[in-house]
């Protein structure tokens, strides 16, 4: 079986859904053309000359990073300079860039749940759940056509709460409609009024599936004219945000927690703080530049905050409240690239060679 490029793409974007990513945020295909076959994948936290050279000793014309290479709009690319220099030889080696970051960063698939798994902790839930992101629909069909009406919705992605799918709810009731002489009515006739009994169904879906999810409607619904309402709202979705939370398996003093922490960030130190208390049962996590979610994780209950990139002063403001725990940028991220590796790796072991590419920190530590 060969795979485009593109189809690999499509593949993670309807798990990962692009529309997640923050709105400074330029994650997306980067360089490159989707229609080409692909040949081979390269995970990466970051796109440099090293990862460029991997990715051509192993065959591969795809890598996939978490760190986009363009933030912000090009004005100009110059060969005399890394970035140009980079955009240069993608182009000329043939190879593609994609980029999942804060869209990876809200998902389940992506950094903080890795992280959170990679610590052990258990009930794991999103530490910042967002809203949004989901839509209802509510249809109406014959009685004798509503589970196959239903079931091709759910198909299309729609009535999924949770751990749990083909979520419904149903009412029966009747319709009215009278169509004029340009019609083909599916039960009764032109020109005349017709009431026929009729389940009302309401379910829930992303609002990235609403195209999917009507042409489903559409095509499997008996009706010439199908009647269906789309509502926005305002539900928070558990399963999309930023940062995780859970419980350890057994709680354990703060220095235990903190030897098993540097253990499994595999770093000689870390930087923290003391809170109101030394046994650590709960933990929340947010990789990278997570400070912004302190009064989230202290609100959640957590006795440990675990992210990266924290000042002198959000030490001060956690002080007596929560610990913090701040064991590097690289350390975090990478950590958390496992998961998506992973899931990479399941869809294309058969057909393609997926590797991880474990770039090297630029900060050091002695």
Known sequence: MKYSVSELLKKIEEIIYPSWQEHYDNAGFQIGNPA??????????????????????????????????????LKNILLDNEKGKLVAYCIE?????????????????????????????KNIETLAPEK???KKLVTFCPHEFADKVRDAIFQAGAGVIGNYD????????YGTF??????????????????????????????????????????SHPYEEVAYDIYSLDNIWPQVGLGAVGYLFQPMPLDVFLREVKRIFDVPFVKYSKGFQTEIKRVAVCGGTGISLLSRAVASGADVFITSDIK????QQAHGKIHLIDVGHYEMEMLGMKKIYEYIFKLLHNFAKVKLYRNQNIVQYC
């Open 36 to 73: 080409d076959e692909l040949t081979g994948v390269v995970v990466s936290l970051d796109v440099t000359f090293d990862v460029l050279n991997f990715a051509v000793q192993e065959g591969a014309n795809l890598i996939i990073s978490h760190h986009p290479i363009f933030f912000h709009p």
């Open 93 to 121: 080696k043939k190879l593609n860039i994609y980029s999942i970051h804060t869209n990876l960063d809200k998902s389940t698939l992506g950094i903080n749940y890795s992280i959170a798994e990679e610590l052990g902790l």
């Open 132 to 134: 949004g992101y989901l």
């Open 166 to 173: 083909s979520c419904s709810y149903n009412v029966e009731g």
């Open 178 to 219: 009278k169509g004029n002489e340009q019609t083909n009515p599916f039960v009764g006739e032109k020109g005349k009024l017709h009431k026929e009994p009729e389940t009302r169904i309401e379910t829930i879906f992303p609002a990235e599936k609403e195209a999917k999810v009507i042409e489903a409607l559409l095509t």
């Open 312 to 315: 002198y002063h959000d030490f």
